[in-house]
């Protein structure tokens, strides 16, 4: 069965240092995400992906995020200065082969970001 | 986007069913249903959706009330592995619509 894949499961940084997390969404899905969960607190959307721009963002995705899609299969979001508080699970998904399709995302199995 | 309520805890016993409630009164004639679960240490996992009429797949059934005010998520023999978090969310049909996660129920399994 396809499945997201994330790497690295775990990245430990130091504070102010840029970091990239990767994703590997399901083949031929059109529509990307990145959510992230704080230890102990509710899962968080911060972007969406569609035909190679940001379709939608919340409040937590700032300047400081990043997200690109850079050679057709691999799914990215960049800290580029990273802090104490963006410690936290990084989910990405994917969803659809087609537009407006039955809209069930599937999720990767994370990667913990510790900013030191 | 419209809200859920969930209980934040149920327990259940191996083998028998579980039957987790949501409500969301103020759900809009758009609005899916979607559950989704989150087993420990791991990412969200789709479970099942609905718009009116209840749905069966091989994880779950969801029972959806006439006036799609609330739904139950019917698990019809709990495993130890179904212990997680439960989500009910209500979501639009686009594609793109980013899930908006509460606090859901989490369900814990005796043996």
């Known amino acids: 069965e396809p499945e997201v894949t994330q790497t690295p499961s775990h990245q430990v940084t130091q504070m102010g240092q840029e970091v990239i997390l990767r994703c590997v969404p399901i083949s031929n899905h059109l529509y990307f995400y990145w959510y992230r969960q704080i230890l102990g607190q509710k899962v968080e959307f911060l972007v969406s992906?569609?035909?190679?721009?940001?379709?939608?963002k919340s409040e937590i995705f700032d300047d400081q995020f990043s997200v690109e899609r850079p050679d057709g299969s691999n799914f990215t979001l960049k800290i580029r200065s990273t802090k104490l508080e963006d410690s936290a699970m990084y989910f990405c998904a994917s969803c659809c082969r087609r537009a407006g399709g039955d809209n069930e995302q599937f999720f990767g199995p994370g990667t913990r970001l510790t900013v030191l | 986007d419209a809200k859920t309520t969930q209980p934040n805890s149920m327990e259940s016993n191996e083998e028998e069913p579980v039957h987790l409630p949501c409500n969301h009164s103020?759900?809009?004639?758009?609005?899916?249903i979607h559950w989704y679960r989150q087993l420990p240490s791991q990412g969200p996992e789709y479970v099942i959706h609905g718009l009116t009429s209840n749905v069966n797949n091989r994880m779950a059934s969801l029972a959806i009330a006439e006036d799609r005010k609330s739904s139950t998520l019917i698990l019809h023999r709990a495993t130890l592995r179904d212990a997680a978090v439960y989500y009910c969310i209500l979501k639009g049909y686009s594609s793109a619509s980013k899930i908006i996660f509460g606090s859901g129920t989490r369900l814990s399994i005796r043996p």
């Open positions: 992906f569609y035909n190679n721009e940001i379709s939608e």
């Open positions: 103020t759900i809009s004639g758009t609005d899916y």
